[in-house]
């Protein structure tokens, strides 16, 4: 079994910050990429920032210059910081993980719970 456990939400005012992490546990072999969605409410979910094992990073364009992703290998964790935040980020922001787990390194698409940031005006 392999869990992603985000925390780090929570109630900010526009032009605050927050910092979110998630941590990968349980039976991995290796990680690929770790990233972080989100879905507001009545929208699709979208790509906020993707990094992978290599050190290749992705932004969605909305976030690009406020957003920064980060990972620390040793402890199979990805972090978010959130900087100069904006109403319209208010959303349930996800975890994702590429994860390779078990004996055989089986592959897995890895999912966290959720953490809601809301951002007021």
């Known amino acids: 079994q392999v869990h992603l456990v985000e925390s780090g939400g929570g109630l900010v005012q526009a032009g605050g910050s927050l910092r979110l992490s998630c941590a990968a546990s349980?039976?991995?072999?290796?990680?690929?990429?770790m990233a972080w969605y989100r879905q507001a409410p009545g929208k699709q979910r979208e790509l906020v920032a993707s990094v992978s094992s290599r050190g290749r990073i992705d932004y969605g364009d909305s976030v690009k210059g406020r957003f920064t992703i980060s990972r620390v290998d040793a402890k199979n964790t990805v972090y978010l910081q959130m900087n100069s935040l904006k109403p319209e980020d208010t959303a349930v922001y996800y975890c994702?993980?590429?994860?390779?787990?078990?004996?055989?390194?089986?592959?897995?698409?890895?999912w966290g719970q959720g953490t809601l940031v809301t951002v007021s005006s």
């Open positions: 349980g039976d991995i072999f290796s990680i690929y990429s």
């Open positions: 994702n993980a590429d994860i390779y787990w078990g004996d055989n390194g089986e592959p897995l698409d890895a």
